[in-house]
């Protein structure tokens, strides 16, 4: 079954950086994009950035635009979130999530458990 | 950048009733609209797709209807489990999918 499994979560302090990953498994990873999503506390669902099945198209958020890079490993079967220049408001649990058919975009079914970022001095 | 605003922010409704939560966006998205429960401390789960397409294994008691800007999730004869964050997510733009703040149901 699909599984995705976040980690490289935790502390850091402003300004510093962290790279998040997301291993997944039970599909053939190489033919979905994929997505990063977050919530901060208490918040709602902002979606993050996207990669398509080769990496050859991304977006990101406007908020998250310039400091982070997504980007995948198709031969390992994982996904990164390079947060770099982080600020507190970045604070939130990141999860990664897949669309339902190959190559296409959208809603998400799959979802991983969540990694929790906190930024803080 | 589509804006989608949910409604209520938060609600609370008795068992057996039907909750009705809205979402708006700020520009038509035809149908390209998606449905996820949330409960605490849990990954979203996927309810609707396509505006008012069950997701597998979902109960019939979920429903969405809505195209263009408006959107509505019906949740009937509501029980002690349906008490989550509501969200819906807009992927009209492929560049830049965007989610409603969220609903918050609470069952009495």
């Known amino acids: 079954q699909v599984q995705l499994v976040e980690s490289g979560g935790g502390g850091v302090h402003p300004g510093r950086s962290l790279r998040l990953s997301c291993a997944a498994s039970?599909?053939?990873?190489?033919?979905?994009?994929m997505n990063w999503v977050r919530q901060a506390p208490g918040k709602g669902l902002e979606w993050v950035a996207f990669?398509?099945?080769?990496?050859?198209?991304?977006n990101y958020g406007a908020s998250v635009k310039g400091r982070f890079t997504i980007s995948r490993d198709n031969s390992n079967s994982t996904l990164f979130l390079q947060m770099n220049n982080v600020r507190p408001d970045d604070t939130a649990v990141y999860f990664c999530?897949?669309?339902?058919?190959?190559?296409?975009?959208?809603?998400?079914?799959?979802w991983g458990q969540g990694a929790l970022v906190t930024v803080s001095s | 950048e589509i804006v989608m605003t949910q409604s209520p922010v938060n609600m609370s409704v008795s068992p057996g009733e039907r909750a009705t939560l809205s979402c708006r966006a700020s520009?038509?998205?035809?149908?390209?609209l998606a449905w996820y429960q949330q409960r605490p401390g849990q990954a979203p789960r996927l309810l609707i797709y396509a505006a008012s397409t069950r997701a597998p294994g979902i109960p019939g008691r979920f429903s969405g209807s809505g195209s263009g800007t408006e959107f509505t999730l019906t949740i009937s004869s509501l029980q002690s489990e349906d008490s989550a964050f509501y969200h819906c997510q807009q992927y009209s733009d492929w560049r830049l999918f965007t989610f409603g703040q969220g609903t918050k149901l609470e069952i009495k």
């Open positions: 999530g897949r669309p339902s058919t190959k190559f296409s975009y959208g809603y998400l079914p799959f």
């Open positions: 990669i398509s099945s080769d990496g050859s198209n991304i």
């Open positions: 039970g599909f053939d990873f190489d033919q979905y994009t």
């Open positions: 520009q038509d998205i035809r149908t390209t």
